[in-house]
T-cell receptor
Framework: DVKVTQSSRYLVKRTGEKVFLECVQD?????MFWYRQDPGLGLRLIYF???????EKGDIPEGYSVSREKKERFSLILESASTNQTSMYLC?????????????FGEGSRLTVL | GQQLNQSPQSMFIQEGEDVSMNCTSS?????WLWYKQDPGEGPVLLIA?????ELTSNGRLTAQFGITRKDSFLNISASIPSDVGIYFC???????????FGKGITLSVRP
């Protein structure tokens, strides 16, 4: 079975702190995604990556950056956390660029920014 | 941008009842998918639909890809308490693996 592992289930940070959310997948998937989930807003795509060192902006990239130095690892970075970035963050992967969208999700990282 | 409409935001049913959820769009999609998110977990794929008119079952779940390619429905029969969760529809245009998600429906099942 595909496993997508997010490094932290729960984080509490202070406004202005730099935050790293790590995601690792173990099935050699090419594509990796970061979403945030907020009540009433569903899942919104922040950034995605089709290959190592490659990234593309999703629908809400402002305030975030990403890093993909290795195929299996995709990191989401909040350079200076703000309270409006309090949310559930979900990492996902899928096998190929032309996949029909069958994403495998991690368990999520719930971030609270005070 | 593309949007998928799911409503209502919440549904409350009695254990044993059937429930149906719709997802509509103003855009055409080539693939429709339904995901379920258990409390405290990430979403898990329930059913994927690849062809207009396709009807697919997975246990007590049945989903259909609308003929117009602008809608899909998911039906859950004989609901049980573990059906509780958030149900998301998602669509893919086929250009890449980027999905558009609906806002989700939170299902509660009363024993």
């Amino acid at each position: 079975d595909v496993k997508v592992t997010q490094s932290s289930r729960y984080l509490v940070k202070r406004t202005g702190e730099k935050v790293f959310l790590e995601c690792v997948q173990d099935m050699d998937h090419e594509n990796m995604f970061w979403y945030r989930q907020d009540p009433g807003l569903g899942l919104r795509l922040i950034y995605f990556s089709y290959d190592v060192k490659m990234k593309e902006k999703g629908d809400i990239p402002e305030g975030y950056s990403v890093s993909r130095e290795k195929k299996e690892r995709f990191s989401l970075i909040l350079e200076s956390a703000s309270t409006n970035q309090t949310s559930m963050y979900l990492c996902a992967s899928t096998k190929e660029r032309t996949s029909t969208g069958e994403l495998f999700f991690g368990e999520g990282s719930r971030l609270t920014v005070l | 941008g593309q949007q998928l409409n799911q409503s209502p935001q919440s549904m409350f049913i009695q254990e044993g009842e059937d429930v149906s959820m719709n997802c509509t769009s103003s855009s055409i999609f080539n693939t429709w998918l339904w995901y379920k998110q258990d409390p405290g977990e990430g979403p898990v794929l329930l059913i994927a639909l690849y062809k207009a008119g396709e009807l697919t079952s997975n246990g007590r779940l049945t989903a259909q890809f609308g003929i117009t390619r602008k809608d899909s429905f998911l039906n859950i029969s004989a609901s049980i308490p573990s059906d509780v969760g958030i149900y998301f529809c998602a669509g893919n245009t086929g250009a890449n693996s980027k999905l558009t998600f609906g806002k989700g429906i939170t299902l509660s099942v009363r024993p």
